[in-house]
């Protein structure tokens, strides 16, 4: 049974550009997070989905921003016009409703 | 060797003696708790979870306990060993929301 998988790894864009964010839930995960971490700080949360919906999305950025979890296919999460305060890891998380297991996580550079 | 959190995010223990992390959380609402460890470059990894209706549980070499009247939450790790070493993270959950994580504890194991 895969864990959490998330693409690409690294992931290096320059100011402007835009940033696509990969994430396949554990198989029957139907719950979706997404979290950003900075160097030495803990996770903080982004958006909550559930599949072709956005249960939460109150810890996202208005601008710029935006998620997805269609009803085939991995959840993605969008960037557009990555400013360098972008540059983190955003991690995903997939549960059935409690216990939230993580992927390895994106890191993104923003030059 | 004891952490208390937000005032000492960094423990060193010797091998093999028992090390305690501690973490405040904020939620009186939170029912749910969860323990992650986090290496250097890797997702969150599962240790262990307690619900609020439960103030102690165990795992293999780990005890979670968990203090609602106070809110306060702590890990004990037996027979600390080197591969223990990692950032711990608690995390609080209210129903199927997401996670609010804790600031972090370092945990050296010095051999």
């Known amino acids: 049974n895969a864990g959490v998988m998330q693409n690409p790894r690294h992931l290096v864009r320059r100011r402007g550009q835009e940033a696509r964010l990969r994430c396949s839930p554990m198989?029957?995960?139907?719950?979706v997070y997404w979290y950003r971490q900075l160097p030495e700080e803990g996770l903080k949360f982004m958006v909550y989905?559930?599949?072709?919906?956005?249960?939460?999305e109150s810890g996202m950025p208005k601008e710029r921003f935006s998620a997805e979890f269609p009803k085939e296919g991995p959840s993605i999460l969008r960037i557009q016009q990555v400013v360098r305060g972008d540059s983190a890891a955003y991690f995903c998380?997939?549960?059935?409703?409690?216990?939230?297991?993580f992927g390895p996580g994106t890191r993104l550079t923003v030059l | 060797g004891e952490s208390v959190g937000l005032h000492l995010p960094t423990l060193s223990v010797q091998e093999g003696d028992n090390s305690i992390i501690n973490c405040a959380y904020s939620?009186?609402?939170?029912?749910?708790f969860i323990w992650y460890k986090q290496e250097s470059g890797k997702g969150p990894q599962f240790i262990i979870d307690?619900?609020?209706?439960?103030d102690k549980r165990q795992g293999q070499r780990v005890t979670v306990l968990l203090n609602k009247t106070v809110k306060h939450l702590s890990l004990q790790i037996a027979a600390t060993q080197p591969g223990d070493s990692a950032v711990y993270f608690c995390?609080?959950?209210?129903?199927?929301?997401?996670?609010?994580f804790g600031t972090g504890t370092r945990l050296t194991v010095i051999p």
């Open positions: 998380a997939s549960s059935l409703g409690e216990g939230e297991f």
């Open positions: 198989k029957g995960h139907s719950h």
């Open positions: 989905l559930q599949k072709e919906n956005i249960i939460d």
């Open positions: 939620n009186s609402a939170s029912d749910y």
């Open positions: 307690i619900r609020s209706n439960m």
């Open positions: 995390a609080e959950k209210t129903g199927a929301n997401n996670l609010f």
